[in-house]
């Protein structure tokens, strides 16, 4: 049983001022031959909501939320900017935590969404001295926490568009050779993220779905998951759909790439075709999810994964395309 003196929410992170944007995402990018002009549309991006990422305010929110919930403390680091779990790390051992469980704001497997986490939590242990041990919580992409979490935003968003709106789930993009080396046997991203929207749909009285991509980066001629939302709504429209609910299953906030990428960009191409789209929230800090967490807490300690896990090469996705 869990058994531990503190628990950190471990975060992507983003920055909170218009100077620290192009910083913030040299950090996300390093060493993963993203071209720079990606780079520059995504910085465009940050720079209509004033250099201000939302996720930052959403972590502290669950922090606030997990306070009233669990009976320890709550800290948070993030991987790409302030605060860096490092610095958290710190603290915490300042603090004399000593055995503390991280969860990590991402429910599936793959490189980006998980093992990447690990390796975030392995190098502050490792640079802190006498830090706590962390022991990251299980991945909770089927947990009924998240799911009914999940399916209660659905609903809202039902109510808003009508119950004849098609639902299309989606997700980060990720290269097919991260997807394809996604959990112990390979393919999990993407299975995870179909059982959990198969799971959404069924509690929404539907077994009829789609799960589409969002928010593709890399160099272009490095094949990602598809198809792009957007170009499936085209795809819809033209087989007469008339009404679509999306659902951001692969993300636990309103960051963003779902405020961006989804209320503007495929709210606008809805428009433009004349398409009724309703967008459904995130788990954020819905009831349901914020007590899935204390249950992680409690329940067994989790199974560390295997090492070779989610590993992509060199830890990195390719940089070149695939030959023949
Ligand atoms: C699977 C996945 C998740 C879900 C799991 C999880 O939540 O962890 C996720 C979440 C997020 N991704 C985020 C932001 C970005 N992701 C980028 C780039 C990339 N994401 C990737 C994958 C994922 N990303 C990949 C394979 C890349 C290519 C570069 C690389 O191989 O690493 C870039 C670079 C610019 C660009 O888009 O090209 C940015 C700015 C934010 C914060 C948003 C905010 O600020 O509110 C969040 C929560
Ligand atoms: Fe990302």
């Not at 990018?29 to 995504?42: T, Y």
């Not at 394809?180 to 929404?204: D, N």
């Not at 957007?230 to 009404?243: F, K, M, P, S």
């Not at 967008?279 to 819905?286: L, P, V």
Request: charged fraction near 25%.
């Amino acid at each position: 049983m869990g058994n531990y003196d503190a628990l950190v929410v471990v975060s992507f992170g983003g920055p909170e001022r218009p100077e620290d944007v192009l910083p913030f995402l040299e950090n996300v990018v390093r060493g993963r031959g993203v071209p720079r002009e990606r780079l520059l549309a995504v910085e465009a991006h940050y720079q209509r909501f004033g250099g201000v990422s939302p996720i930052n305010q959403q972590c502290r929110e669950l922090v606030a939320a997990l306070e009233g919930v669990v009976d320890v403390p709550v800290y948070w680091g993030n991987r790409n900017w302030h605060p860096y779990l490092t610095d958290t790390v710190r603290q915490m051992a300042a603090d004399g935590v000593r055995r503390a469980a991280a969860f990590a704001t991402a429910a599936t497997s793959s490189y980006s969404s998980c093992r990447q986490y690990i390796e975030d939590i392995a190098r502050a242990t490792r640079e802190v001295q006498d830090a706590p041990r962390l022991v990251k919580l299980p991945h909770f992409y089927d947990h009924p926490g998240f799911i009914a979490a999940m399916t209660d935003r659905t609903r809202a968003a039902l109510d808003e568009v009508g119950e004849d709106a098609r639902l299309v789930f989606t997700a980060h993009s990720v290269p097919l050779s991260m997807a394809a080396k996604s959990g112990p046997r390979g393919g999990a991203y993407e299975a995870e993220l179909r059982a959990a929207s198969a799971l959404v749909a069924q509690a929404c009285g539907t077994g009829d779905f789609d799960l589409v991509w969002q928010s593709r980066s890399g160099p272009p001629q490095v094949p990602w998951l598809e198809p792009d939302v957007c170009d499936h709504l085209e795809e819809l429209h033209a087989q007469g759909t008339e009404a679509v609910v999306l659902v951001p299953i692969g993300f636990v906030s309103d960051h963003m790439e779902v405020r961006y990428d989804l209320d503007l960009e495929a709210a606008a191409k809805a428009a433009e075709l004349g398409l009724r789209l309703a967008r459904a929230g995130t788990a954020g800090t819905h009831p349901r999810f914020v007590s899935m967490i204390k249950e992680l807490m409690d329940g067994p300690e989790p199974v560390p994964c295997p090492v070779d896990c989610c590993v992509i090469g060199s830890g990195r996705p390719a940089r070149t395309p695939p030959t023949g």
